[in-house]
């Protein structure tokens, strides 16, 4: 019966973890798409500084990455295996400055802003991102989102039909004892009481034997993912830590309640059906 109530609340916590973290993930690879401003070459440094520190400043930032024409040229060569300004004599590319965005602002109509802002420069050449992966990923975190909260309804349920048919197993095996106490005079609180206790403890047995689990999982995620910071939101972590722990014991208590008083409400002769 330990067994069974933690593997459940093991599994539970951890589609606990990935509700609350889905957010998070989301954020994460959208704050990786970057918006790419072309500097025209007559863009004086002063401009360019300003700029930057602008774009620093500005709400919708998350971090900004200036890169020259000569940077560029350099990687350009490194990727194609050649250097392609000894064929053309000059470096044809454009000093550019590349602005990720706060996950908020990953928007289709958002970004349409910013970029209209940015145009309003005269040394800005054009502002460069990519359409069809900003729509693309918005669609699939509103699908994943909306699996994730249907899957998690749904396990939910399943782990409260398991560890309830656990129990009842457990007192179906104790229903000959439940009625021969009741019938020298026990009264039902009494009956149920050792029952209940008993169950509530093993319920509680389970839950820190899964947190225990949840918690290792989580501590190595958050060793191979750093980036993510999965263990800065504490509050959060202790009401997932304490709804499984919670779960656990009053699924329990239910349980054992509702087995316990059927059988004490059957009459002795049907204990053997």
């Known amino acids: 019966m330990v067994i069974s109530i933690s593997l459940v609340l093991f599994l539970l916590g951890l589609l606990g973890l990935l509700v609350l973290n889905t957010k998070k993930v989301a954020d994460h690879f959208k704050e990786k798409i970057a918006l790419t401003i072309y500097l025209k070459d007559t863009a004086k440094d002063v401009e360019i500084k300003q ?44 000093n550019s400055i590349d602005v990720y965005l706060k996950a908020d602002y990953v928007d289709q109509a958002k970004i349409e802003e910013i970029n209209a802002t ?29 699996w ?26 104790k229903r ?49 993912f750093p980036e993510l910071a999965l263990l800065d939101d504490k509050i959060l972590l202790i009401i997932l830590f304490a709804g499984i722990f919670g779960i656990g014991v009053l699924i329990t208590w239910i349980s054992t309640f509702f087995a316990t008083q059927r059988f004490l409400n059957l009459r002795t002769d049907e204990l053997y059906y």
């Open 51 to 94: 700029l930057e520190k602008t774009l620093a400043l500005a709400e919708y930032t998350k971090s900004t990455t200036f890169i020259s024409k000569d940077e560029a040229a350099e990687e350009h060569s490194k990727d194609i295996g050649e250097n392609f300004m000894d064929f053309l004599g000059y470096n044809p590319l454009q």
């Open 118 to 146: 940015i145009l309003k420069k005269n040394f800005v050449d054009e502002v460069i991102y990519d359409k069809p992966l900003i729509s693309l990923l918005n669609d699939n975190i509103k699908r994943i989102s909306f």
């Open 148 to 173: 994730v909260l249907l899957i998690s309804g749904i396990f939910t349920f399943i782990a409260v039909l398991l560890i309830n048919s656990s129990i009842r197993l457990s007192v179906y095996s």
């Open 176 to 224: 000959f004892i439940i009625k021969t106490m009741q019938m020298v005079g026990a009264t039902k609180k009494f009956i149920r009481r050792p029952f209940i206790w008993k169950s509530v403890r093993l319920g509680m047995t389970g839950a820190i034997v899964a947190l225990t689990g949840v918690g290792v999982v989580l501590y190595y995620l958050n060793q191979t």
